[in-house]
Antibody
Framework: QVQLQQWGAGLLKPSETLSLTCDVS????????WTWIRQPPGKGLEWIGEINHRGGTKYSPSLKSRVTISVDTSKKQFSLRMSSVTAADTAVYYCARGGYYDTSLWGQGALVIVSS | SSALTQDPAVSVALGQTVRITCQGD??????ASWFQQKPGQAPVLVIYSKSNRPSGIPDRFSGSSSGNTASLTITGAQAGDEADYYC??????????FGGGTKLTVL
């Protein structure tokens, strides 16, 4: 059974860099879109960006200047880096896998708090 | 515009049918997907590519689309269907976009 297990620092200070990694276990790594999505406390879902099976990336226009998504196929992992975080970046961050229209597999979520 | 608009809250009597809608210009061209999210849990895909159900999703969940509006219909709503529901689609740049979410209450 395919699972996504994510980890990373949960408490950051303003201006620091957020770094999260998602490990893919139990399934193929090729042929999918690998996505990061976040959800501020009490609010809705926000798409951060994705990397596809060809290595192509797309980022939310509102976050593009601060975000990098990368993949390590040898380790079956993909990662999110977001620079210069502020309190507005406090959220639960989810990694997810899917096709173009079906983000069907989600990680458990990781709460990241930005506070001085 | 790539924005997707949902009603913030909808209620349904136990066992009745409810329709949750999502409006946006991009839905005229691109398929919608729907996610169910219960408190403290990750979202679960319930409908993709307008009307397809992933395996394990009950057939009381169905999806449709007309013009700029996508709909998620729950036929015979159960107490366990009480959750937040989000629509999702793509825009002309291929970026994903989510609706603001609809809180479904089962009375």
């Amino acid at each position: 059974q395919v699972q996504l297990q994510q980890w990373g620092a949960g408490l950051l200070k303003p201006s620091e860099t957020l770094s999260l990694t998602c490990d893919v276990s139990g399934g193929s790594f090729s042929g999918y879109y690998w996505t990061w999505i976040r959800q501020p406390p009490g609010k809705g879902l926000e798409w951060i960006g994705e990397i596809n099976h060809r290595g192509g990336t797309k980022y939310s226009p509102s976050l593009k200047s601060r975000v990098t998504i990368s993949v390590d196929t040898s380790k079956k992992q993909f990662s999110l880096r977001m620079s210069s975080v502020t309190a507005a970046d406090t959220a639960v961050y989810y990694c997810a896998r899917g096709g173009y229209y079906d983000t069907s597999l989600w990680g458990q979520g990781a709460l990241v708090i930005v506070s001085s | 515009s790539s924005a997707l608009t949902q009603d913030p809250a909808v209620s349904v009597a136990l066992g009745q049918t409810v329709r949750i809608t999502c409006q946006g210009d991009s839905l005229r061209i691109y398929y919608a997907s729907w996610f169910q999210q219960k408190p403290g849990q990750a979202p679960v895909l319930v409908i993709y590519s307008k009307s397809n159900r992933p395996s394990g999703i009950p057939d009381r969940f169905s999806g449709s689309s007309s013009g700029n509006t996508a709909s998620l219909t729950i036929t015979g709503a159960q107490a366990g269907d009480e959750a937040d529901y989000y629509c999702n689609s793509r825009d002309d740049n291929g970026f994903q976009v989510f609706g603001g979410g609809t809180k479904l209450t089962v009375l």
